[in-house]
């Protein structure tokens, strides 16, 4: 037993559907770095960094996808060679919506410095192998702002059908474990976080799950 973590480990059941929210278009990463930099305080370098990440997986995608170029209003999931995945960046931001909701003082700086989630990539699997592309596509119409004011346009989405699960571990320290892992928010992110859902479309409630989750160290 490790006397500086615990460890949890999470299982993933997705209910219908989840929807990627990834963006093809490089030239959209930059906003999405620039919401999160602003959301979480980075500092210009941090923004830079996180862009540059951002780029790299895009980059690795794009190589996995085989695709020539890039499609503007498109969401994507993350894959290399072996199948599609999820990153911690994206489970942590989950964490963070769950403890927000339920008014957890100082959540965000505990689990950007006191909590670790494993793997660093976490596949989607579907009876028991690892998804490689994804079952189709989903189109909403949106609302965007021109020059020239609001117009109408669509979002195409990549979504996965279930049959679909996926498992990662969290590891927290002993001391944020004790703030934000009790047994009662446990059950609360089982509940809560299975029906607030996986990347997008959350406010449609795709990417709800049936979620597992014990305590192993």
């Known amino acids: 037993m490790s006397e500086v973590y615990k460890v949890y480990e999470v299982k993933c059941k997705i209910r219908r559907r989840i929807v990627a929210n990834f963006p093809e278009d490089p030239e959209a990463l930059k906003w999405v770095a ?19 990440e951002l780029l790299a997986l895009h980059a690795e995608t794009m190589e996995a996808m085989e695709e020539e170029a890039p499609t503007s209003q498109r969401n994507i999931f993350l894959r290399d060679e072996k199948g599609i995945y999820m990153t911690p960046r994206q489970i942590k931001g989950w964490l963070k919506e769950i403890f927000r909701m339920i008014g957890v003082r100082g959540y965000r700086e505990m ?3 006191g909590v670790f989630v494993e793997p660093d990539k976490i596949y989607f ?14 189109v909403n119409p949106i609302t965007v702002i021109t020059p020239k004011g609001q117009r109408s346009s669509v979002k195409v989405s990549e979504v996965i059908n279930a049959p679909c699960e996926f498992s990662f571990r969290i590891k927290a320290f002993k001391k ?6 009790t047994k ?7 509940q809560l976080g299975g029906d607030i ?12 799950a049936d979620i597992e989750i014990e305590e192993v160290q």
């Open 184 to 190: 009662e928010n446990l059950e609360i992110i089982k």
């Open 197 to 208: 859902g996986f990347l997008g479309d959350r406010s449609l409630q795709e990417g709800q």
């Open 176 to 181: 944020v474990a004790d703030k934000l892992f």
């Open 34 to 52: 620039k919401k999160e930099a602003r959301e979480e305080k980075m500092s210009k370098e941090q923004e830079e960094a996180l862009k540059q």
């Open 125 to 138: 699997m579907r009876n028991g192998s690892v998804i490689k592309k994804a079952d189709g596509e989903v």
């Open 111 to 113: 689990i950007n410095h």
